[in-house]
């Protein structure tokens, strides 16, 4: 079974600084991987995923992911903080080999101050 | 091009109450999931359609929820009777196709919050 662990339920960070949001994935084989962000009382809104090859990706409002299969991750991260972004975010896998099933880790609360 | 539809948005009952969640997935979207977030959680999926065939329900409690899919569009999700614990969020996504090495994105509706007193 695969599971998804994020560090820290809380993460604060002032304006302007880095955003680094850390997720790692138990599986035997390396999944898909997905970045989810919910706004207060609204739903879940894809921000990347990881589907391919290229291990590097890029996301909606400049936020990206690096996939590293030695280590079993898969960070978010953004180089400059806006307020805007603060909400709650979401690591997902979902396998390779079976139906879209999205498990997803227990989320991360970014808060950004001024 | 329209989201994922819900209603209610908000609903508060007493326990041993029922209750009914309705969801209405993106035009031509073959897979239709119900998602229970509780506080503090991330969500967990209860029952997953592909059409009106179910794919996955081994995490929804059959003694007292259910959930249809008939003529393969939109969907009800039913609890009865509430518990105190059922108390969550409950978000409907809806995929293209739902099939396995797709990789796909799944779209959320707003959600129904539903509070159990």
């Known amino acids: 079974a695969q599971s998804v662990t994020q560090l820290g339920s809380h993460v604060s960070v002032s304006e302007g600084a880095l955003v680094l949001l850390r997720c790692n994935y138990s599986?035997?084989?390396?999944?898909?991987l997905f970045w989810y962000v919910q706004y207060p009382n609204q739903g879940l809104q894809l921000l990347l995923k990881y589907t391919s090859a290229a291990t590097l990706v890029k996301g909606i409002n400049g936020f990206e992911a690096e996939f590293k299969k030695s280590e079993t991750s898969f960070h978010l991260t953004k180089p400059s903080a806006h307020m805007s972004d603060a909400a709650e975010y979401f690591c997902?896998?979902?396998?390779?080999?079976?139906?879209?099933?999205?498990?997803f880790g227990k989320g991360t609360m970014l808060l950004v101050s001024p | 091009e329209a989201g994922v539809a819900q209603s209610p948005r908000y609903k508060i009952i007493e326990k041993r109450q029922s209750v009914a969640f309705w969801c209405n997935p993106i035009s031509g979207h073959a897979t239709l999931y119900w998602y229970q977030q509780i506080l503090g959680q991330g969500p967990k999926l209860l029952i997953q359609f592909q059409n009106n065939g179910v794919v996955d329900d081994s995490q929804l409690p059959k003694d007292r929820f259910s959930a249809e899919r008939l003529k393969g569009v939109d969907s009800t999700l039913k609890i009865q009777p509430a518990k105190l614990e059922d108390s969550a969020v409950y978000l409907c996504?809806?995929?293209?196709?739902?099939?396995?090495?797709?990789?796909?994105?799944?779209?959320f509706g707003p959600g129904t919050r539903l509070l159990v007193l």
């Open positions: 599986s035997s084989v390396p999944p898909y």
């Open positions: 997902a896998v979902t396998p390779r080999d079976g139906y879209s099933t999205l498990t």
């Open positions: 996504a809806s995929s293209l196709r739902g099939t396995p090495t797709s990789g796909e994105t799944q779209y």
